[in-house]
């Protein structure tokens, strides 16, 4: 019978009975195999989930904590007037945020690099590449000077209201301190989650936070500083995020993978660079997109209002996808490092995880939304028609957050895996090519306004796209991928 058993290949369960003929009960045998092959899948899928919440949880903690530092600015301005507050969006939401999707894409090369190194094993090169990381993001923010130096032209030349882009003007020179933060702490940040030390980033960003509401308060409530004062509290914040994580590398909480500076880094750049700017592309071509937005419905009839509305919708937006933003860094890393250890079904299983949760917070977020679409503008102003404006855009905004609950998962998936150049393509195309001249065709052709500007650029583009990047992510040969990334860590190591 045990030789009957081995050919048959039929896994011994416990309480497993036969007849007369040797051959198993099939009813009983698929009820025992289901029930532990349940039980299986439960305990991957709860072993994968504390992998990933390892990361995604500080993670959450610490996007919260940095975004809702511009959130309280926009409320600090938003209550001294519908200018201010439309100036602050315009210098934070657009100068600010087109250098922040640059600056973030392109340390995310550092998700690809470290991620697959720690997995391999290859601890010494994760400090190599942070500080190769720190020099071309330097470089990158010296070339991206103009951007704050000439907001008040460039503003201008994209149809802003000449009020609102002189105010702007001021306020993004008042912001050149933050700018030149984000070329270090970004790549620090990468780098600690990387290695699973994520829990510091969440600590040091509620560090930050602290520090911001009360120079906030100085700056504005009681030294009375006005717009200025509400620039300038921002730049204080970012930069003791990065003097809390260079502090924390540098004295002894990285004792395997950095050390310390090293010649080295200034080797192999140009491979270093290549890698960057396709992340930055792909990252960009995403982050822009909706500062277009804003940019188009500065050219609206009533732009005031219509940017105050949609920036406070923008705001709500962008404080949600904090938590998409986490499974990004929290996908990446995992599937980085299971592609590293040359586990490619590793990597599958990671995705599905990262991806499922996600979406189940999503739906959550989506419902909230819808429930109090009458209640959250208070937060950033009590004018009538900018709370009425809210409410007509509170349904776009809430398939927005469902939307988004699954498209920066897939594009953290990309960046584990070193998809880059191929999902900035992709971007690219429905962003830029279909979703772009959907909105200006329904914003002004069918006079439905932001909201048909709106619209189209998230039926039209990130609708699309992210259906795109779930047909690729499915249909992936991820043992394939393993084996590319094997490769990978061996040029990169030979490069050191």
């Known amino acids: 019978m045990s030789q009957k058993l081995e050919d048959q290949k039929v896994p011994l369960l416990k309480n497993y009975s036969y007849d007369d003929s040797d051959k198993p009960l099939q009813l009983k045998q698929s009820l025992e195999y289901d029930e532990d092959f349940n039980e299986d899948i439960v305990r991957k899928v709860w072993v994968e989930s504390k992998k990933l919440w390892h990361i995604v949880g500080p993670s959450i903690v610490s996007r919260i904590a940095s975004y809702s530092m511009l959130v309280i600015t926009q409320a600090f301005a938003g209550h001294l007037g519908d200018l201010e507050l439309a100036a602050i969006s315009i210098g934070c939401n657009v100068i600010v945020g087109f250098d922040y999707g640059l600056m973030l894409g392109m340390a995310s090369a550092l998700e690809t690099l470290c991620g697959q190194a720690y997995g391999a094993k290859k601890y010494h090169m994760l400090g190599v590449y942070m500080q190769r990381s720190w020099i071309v993001l330097f470089v990158c923010s010296i070339l991206l000077l103009p951007l704050y130096i000439f907001a008040t032209p460039l503003l201008k030349l994209f149809g802003q209201p000449d009020d609102v882009a002189e105010l702007a003007g001021v306020v993004s020179l008042w912001l050149l301190p933050l700018h030149f933060s984000f070329a270090f702490q970004f790549p620090l940040q990468r780098f600690l989650q990387c290695q699973l030390k994520a829990g510091v980033v969440a600590?040091?960003?509620?560090?930050?936070?602290?520090?911001?509401?009360?120079?906030?308060?100085?700056?504005?409530?009681?030294?009375?500083?006005?717009?200025?004062?509400?620039?300038?509290?921002?730049?204080?914040?970012?930069?003791?995020?990065?003097?809390?994580?260079?502090?924390?590398?540098?004295?002894?909480?990285?004792?395997?993978?950095?050390?310390?500076?090293?010649?080295?880094?200034?080797?192999?750049?140009?491979?270093?660079?290549?890698?960057?700017?396709?992340?930055?592309?792909?990252?960009?071509?995403?982050?822009?997109?909706?500062?277009?937005?804003?940019l188009m419905t500065g050219n609206l009839k009533n732009a005031e209002i219509a940017l105050d509305a949609l920036s406070i919708c923008m705001s709500i937006n962008g404080w949600e996808?904090?938590?998409?933003?986490?499974?990004?860094?929290?996908?990446?890393?995992?599937?980085?490092?299971?592609?590293?250890?040359?586990?490619?079904?590793?990597?599958?299983?990671?995705?599905?995880?990262?991806?499922?949760?996600?979406?189940?917070?999503?739906?959550?977020?989506?419902?909230?939304v819808l429930i109090l679409h009458d209640d959250f503008t208070f937060i950033f102003s009590t004018s009538p028609p900018v709370i009425e404006a809210v409410s007509q855009l509170s349904v776009l905004l809430a398939f927005t957050i469902l939307l988004n609950s699954i498209q920066p998962v897939l594009s953290g998936v990309a960046v584990g895996s070193g998809w880059q150049s191929l999902v900035a393509y992709i971007n690219l195309g429905c962003y830029y090519l279909l979703g772009v001249p959907l909105g200006i065709l329904m914003g002004w052709q069918f006079d439905l306004g932001v909201m048909g500007i709106w619209a189209g650029m998230i039926f039209g583009g990130t609708l699309v796209q992210t259906l795109i990047l779930a047909i690729i992510t499915y249909r992936c040969d991820w043992d394939k991928e393993a084996s590319k990334a094997s490769l990978h860590v061996q040029k990169w190591t030979e490069n050191i």
């Open 321 to 368: 996808m904090m938590i998409p933003f986490a499974f990004f860094a929290g996908a990446g890393v995992r599937v980085a490092n299971e592609l590293g250890a040359g586990n490619g079904k590793g990597a599958k299983f990671a995705t599905m995880v990262a991806v499922g949760t996600s979406v189940v917070i999503g739906l959550f977020f989506f419902l909230l």
């Open 203 to 294: 600590w040091v960003s509620m560090v930050a936070f602290m520090v911001h509401i009360f120079v906030s308060w100085l700056f504005v409530s009681v030294l009375q500083c006005g717009i200025v004062g509400v620039a300038i509290t921002q730049n204080f914040a970012w930069w003791v995020l990065v003097f809390g994580l260079f502090g924390y590398c540098v004295l002894g909480g990285c004792p395997l993978t950095w050390p310390g500076f090293s010649m080295e880094a200034f080797t192999g750049l140009w491979e270093f660079v290549k890698l960057s700017a396709a992340s930055g592309v792909m990252l960009c071509l995403e982050n822009w997109y909706y500062k277009i937005l804003i």
